[in-house]
C-alpha cells in the first residue's frame, strides 16, 4: 500500500519514541486510526476525548517527552482542549491532533464544522492546518520541534482529503526532535550568586519543579552554606519527604515552618520555580531566582539578581565558586520547627483519631505508607490536594504530579491513565475527590479495556468540599444546595466496569482496603468515606480573612435557624 500523509506522520512519532496516541476514532480521524493500526504505536481509545489530553499531558510532564492526542471532527476536537490545559499550564511537550472535514465543505457552515486552528489558540504554542501532502512533512516537523522547544501544545488540524492522500515525502530531521538541552547559567551570573550567598546570614532554599534530578546537587549546597531546603507543591518529589534538609511546602498547600523561614531569611534562592502566590514570598529578604525561562524572572516578587539557566548545571558549578559557612542557626531552628509540624501532621492522621469516622489525613497517610518505592501519586484539585500533598511522605523514586498550575478537578485519572501505559507495571495511584472522579469517572472504562492496572483512591465526603471553605473565606454562607450531592456506590461502579472495588467508612477499614487494593491485578477503586467537615491547616490567615470566616459562620448559624 502506498504511503498516506498519516503514515509519515504516525512514522515520525514512532521513530522519535512515542509510544502511545491517545483519542478517540471516527470521522475524519479515520486514516489516522488506520495508520497507527498498521504502525507499532499503541491506540488506547478514551471514553472522552479529555480523558485522551490529559493521558497525554501526564506522560510529557512525567518524562519530559512528547505525548499525543487525538480528536475527531468538531466535537470530537473541542473535547480535547480542556484537558491540553494540563500540558499547556505545566510546560509540558503534547501534540495534538485535530481531524477535520474535507478542504471543499471547509467554510460553508456544514455539519460540525469548527475553525480548529482558532479553537486551539489559545492552548497551543503552535497552530496549524495541514492544507497539502506536500507541506505536511515540514509542518509535521516543525509542530513537534515548538512542542519541544516551548514546553507546551503543538497542534494540527488535519482535514481528511490531505492526511488521506498519497504522501508527498518523510520529515528530513527526526534527529533533531527531542527536549532542549539543559544549559548552566554563565559563570559571571554564577559568581553573582555566590558574592550574594556568602554576603547573606540566613539563605533559604526554594525548589520548584526545575530542581527535578537535582536532589544530590541540592543536598550538597544545604550541607555546604547550611540553608534550609523548602519546596513549591511542584517541587514536593524532587527530595525524600524525610530528608532533614526538607522542610517543607509553601502556601496553602504548605507548613508554617515554611512560611515563618520565608518571613525570617534575608536571602531567598528560588529555584526553578515561578510560584505565583506573591503573599508567601518574603517581605524583606533579597531574591534571587535562576530559571531557563527568562520571561519567569523577577515576575512574582522583587528580585535583586536574576539568572538564566538550568538548576542542576547551574548548582554543580555554584558548589565550587561558594564558600562554606559554618553558622547552622537558622538551618537548625527551621528543623526544629519542622519537626514539632510533623508531628502535629501524624498526630492528625492517627486513624486512632476517632473510633468511628476517617479523617482524611489518615487516607493519605495510609495510601503513602502503603505504596511501593517507585509509586505514581497523581493528585486531583479540591481539599483532597491539601490532604495529598501534606500527608503524602515521598521515598524512593516516587513521584507526584497533579493539576498544580491548572488547578483543574477531574484531571487525575486522566493523567494516570498516560503515566500508566508507559510502564504497566509501575503502580500509579490517581487520589481524587469524589466530584473531581464524578467530572471523568468514565475514564475508569478506558483504564479497565486497555488493562491500566491504576489505583484510584476516592476521598468521598459527598460535597465539593473546598468551595465551602472558599465561600467561607469570602464570608458568605455555603451554598449547600450547590455543593453537595449524592454519589453512586463505589464498589458497584468499579466492578461494574470491569475493575475492582473496595470501601472504607470505619478507621478500621481503611488500610485493608488500601492494601486490598493495590493488590489486585488491574484498576481498582478504593471508596474512602471521609469527615466531610474536616479543616486544613493554614499555614498564615491575615486578620480579614479571621473575620470573613466568622461572618461566614454567622451567616450559617441564621440560616439554620431561619431557613434563609
Ligand atoms: C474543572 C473545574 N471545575 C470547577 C473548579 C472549581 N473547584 C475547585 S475545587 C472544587 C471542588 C472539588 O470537589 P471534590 O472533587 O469533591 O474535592 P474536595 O474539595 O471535596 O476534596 C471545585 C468545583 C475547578 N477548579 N475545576
Known amino acids: 500500500m502506498a504511503q498516506t500523509v498519516a503514515d509519515v506522520l504516525i512514522g515520525a512519532l514512532e521513530q522519535i519514541g512515542v509510544k502511545q496516541v491517545f ?38 510532564k512525567l518524562t519530559g517527552r512528547l505525548g499525543v492526542c487525538a480528536g475527531t471532527t468538531g466535537p470530537g476536537s473541542t473535547h480535547l482542549v480542556a484537558g491540553l490545559y494540563e500540558a499547556s499550564c505545566d510546560h509540558a511537550p503534547v501534540l495534538a491532533l485535530s481531524g477535520d472535514m474535507a478542504r471543499k465543505l471547509q467554510g460553508i457552515d456544514h455539519v460540525q464544522a469548527t475553525d480548529p486552528d482558532l479553537l486551539f489558540r489559545d492552548v497551543s504554542l503552535y497552530t496549524q492546518t495541514v492544507s497539502s501532502p506536500a507541506q505536511a512533512p515540514a509542518v509535521f516537523h516543525q509542530a513537534i520541534a515548538a512542542a519541544y522547544a516551548g514546553r507546551g501544545v503543538a497542534h494540527l488540524t488535519l482535514p481528511i482529503d490531505v492526511i488521506g492522500a498519497k504522501a508527498d515525502g518523510d520529515l528530513g530531521s527526526i534527529a533533531t526532535l527531542k527536549p532542549p538541552p539543559e544549559l548552566a547559567a554563565t559563570e559571571a551570573q554564577i559568581d553573582a550568586i555566590a558574592r550574594r550567598i556568602e554576603a547573606a546570614q540566613k539563605v533559604l532554599i526554594m525548589c520548584g519543579a526545575g530542581c527535578i534530578g537535582a536532589a544530590d546537587e541540592l543536598r550538597a549546597l544545604s550541607d555546604r552554606i547550611k540553608a534550609p531546603l523548602i519546596h513549591s507543591l511542584k517541587g514536593k518529589d524532587v527530595m525524600p519527604y524525610d530528608d532533614p534538609r526538607w522542610m517543607g511546602g509553601i502556601g496553602i498547600v504548605g507548613t508554617k515552618p515554611v512560611y515563618s523561614a520565608m518571613m525570617r531569611c534575608d536571602l531567598l534562592l528560588m529555584l526553578g520555580t515561578d510560584y505565583p502566590f506573591s503573599e508567601f514570598l518574603p517581605k524583606k529578604a533579597d531574591v534571587i531566582q535562576l530559571d531557563v525561562r527568562p520571561a519567569v524572572l523577577g515576575r512574582r516578587t522583587p528580585t535583586a539578581l536574576g539568572v538564566v539557566g538550568a538548576v542542576r548545571p547551574s548548582l554543580k558549578l555554584l558548589l565550587d565558586r561558594v564558600a562554606v559557612k559554618t553558622d547552622t542557626g537558622f538551618l537548625d531552628q527551621v528543623t526544629k520547627e519542622r519537626r514539632k509540624w510533623d508531628e502535629m501532621l501524624d498526630r492528625q492522621a492517627d486513624p486512632a483519631r476517632s473510633k468511628d469516622r476517617i479523617h482524611p489525613q489518615a487516607v493519605a497517610r495510609a495510601v503513602s505508607d502503603s505504596a511501593s518505592e517507585d509509586a505514581v501519586f497523581v493528585l486531583d484539585t479540591g481539599l483532597n490536594t491539601l490532604w495529598s500533598a501534606n500527608w503524602i511522605r515521598q521515598h524512593g523514586s516516587q513521584r507526584i504530579l497533579g493539576s498544580f498550575n491548572n488547578a483543574a478537578v477531574g484531571t487525575a485519572l486522566g493523567q494516570a491513565n498516560g503515566i500508566q501505559a508507559l510502564d504497566r507495571s509501575r503502580q500509579v495511584i490517581a487520589l481524587c475527590g469524589d466530584g473531581g472522579f464524578n467530572m471523568l469517572m468514565c475514564e475508569f472504562l478506558t483504564a479497565v ?3 491500566l492496572p491504576v489505583k484510584v483512591v476516592v476521598y468521598n465526603n459527598s460535597a465539593f468540599g473546598l468551595i465551602t471553605l472558599e465561600a467561607e473565606h469570602l464570608g458568605l454562607p455555603p451554598f449547600r444546595k450547590a455543593i453537595e450531592f449524592p454519589n453512586p456506590d463505589f464498589v458497584a461502579l468499579a466492578r461494574a466496569c470491569g475493575g475492582h472495588g473496595f470501601k472504607a467508612s470505619q478507621p478500621g ?14 484498576p481498582a477503586i478504593v471508596d474512602a468515606v471521609v469527615v466531610p467537615n474536616e479543616f486544613p491547616n493554614i499555614p498564615h490567615f491575615d486578620l480579614e480573612t479571621i473575620g470573613n470566616f466568622a461572618r461566614a459562620k454567622m451567616k450559617e448559624a441564621i440560616i439554620a435557624v431561619t431557613g434563609s
Open 449 to 451: 479495556q486497555h488493562k
Open 23 to 60: 483519542g478517540l476514532i471516527g470521522d475524519s480521524l479515520n486514516p489516522v486510526g488506520d495508520a497507527i493500526r498498521r504502525s507499532g504505536i499503541e491506540w488506547v481509545g478514551v471514553r472522552h476525548e479529555e480523558g485522551a489530553a490529559l493521558a497525554a499531558a501526564g506522560q510529557a
Open 509 to 522: 477499614e481503611l488500610k485493608a482496603a488500601i492494601s486490598a487494593a493495590f493488590a489486585v491485578d488491574g
